[in-house]
């Protein structure tokens, strides 16, 4: 597709079940980025996948995250054992990597989480 | 550390009124890239402009201003008669600035504030 697309768009969920988050880039952009965008939290990394580099999780709040990217493109969230305090916007973004990039990053709708 | 305040979290203005959105950063790194999005009720952050830390022109795109001064280490946003349309909550953020465009480059976020422009 033309940007960066995120499923599902809305996830409601009891405390304790597993979530799938799915991010497809653009088509191209070799970098990645997940983020998490919370009420009185602003937005906030959480990890970073380059090309066939390890990811940089340094932003990862706790061992129940964690993400994966097939192939270099399609990136998976998983969060473990839901909580309320997941309840959050977790968005996607992607971008090109090199001088002219700039370090750009488009961004995906994003997926609302609701954990009860 | 970096750290990004936009210290306005709702500004309301009538159509057609000019607006200026701040935006104050932190950060040790002497080269960096700022930047501003955008975030309309859909919720997909739309890019808007980057800067870099070397280049403190200013810059004008139709009603979009902005005003980068690393003297007092600010990067403001000004709208030029607002419009509907404009109403969205607007981001500004920071990230390294590597010439070799390597390792890590996620952005720091400010809080956000909110744009109402009413009819």
């Known amino acids: 597709g033309a940007g960066v697309s995120q499923s599902p768009s809305n996830k409601v969920t009891e405390k304790g079940k597993d979530v799938e988050l799915r991010c497809d880039p653009i088509?191209?952009?070799?970098?990645l980025y997940w983020y998490r965008q919370s009420l009185g939290q602003g937005l906030e990394f959480l990890i970073y996948f380059q090309g066939n580099s390890a990811p940089d999780k340094s932003g990862l709040p706790s061992d129940r995250f964690s993400a994966e990217r097939t192939g270099g493109s399609v990136s998976t969230l998983t969060i473990q054992r839901t909580q309320q305090e997941d309840s959050a916007v977790y968005l996607c973004?992607?971008?090109?990597?090199?001088?002219?990039?700039?370090?750009?990053?488009?961004f995906g709708a994003g997926t609302r989480l609701s954990v009860l | 550390a970096q750290k990004v305040t936009q210290a306005q979290t709702e500004i309301s203005v009538v159509e057609k009124e000019d607006v200026t959105l701040d935006c104050v950063y932190e950060?040790?790194?002497?080269?960096?890239?700022l930047f501003w999005y955008k975030q309309p009720p859909s919720g997909e952050l739309v890019f808007l402009i980057r800067r870099n830390s070397f280049d403190e022109q200013n810059e004008i795109s139709g009603r979009y201003s902005w005003n980068f001064q690393k003297s007092t280490s600010s990067f403001n946003f000004t709208i030029t008669a607002s419009q509907v349309v404009d109403s969205a909550v607007y981001f500004c953020?920071?990230?390294?600035?590597?010439?070799?465009?390597?390792?890590?480059?996620?952005?720091?976020f400010g809080s956000g504030t909110r744009l109402q422009v009413q009819p």
């Open positions: 953020a920071l990230s390294d600035l590597n010439l070799m465009d390597t390792g890590r480059r996620a952005l720091t």
């Open positions: 088509s191209g952009h070799t970098a």
């Open positions: 950060t040790r790194d002497t080269t960096y890239y």
């Open positions: 973004a992607s971008s090109l990597v090199g001088q002219l990039a700039k370090n750009i990053q488009y």
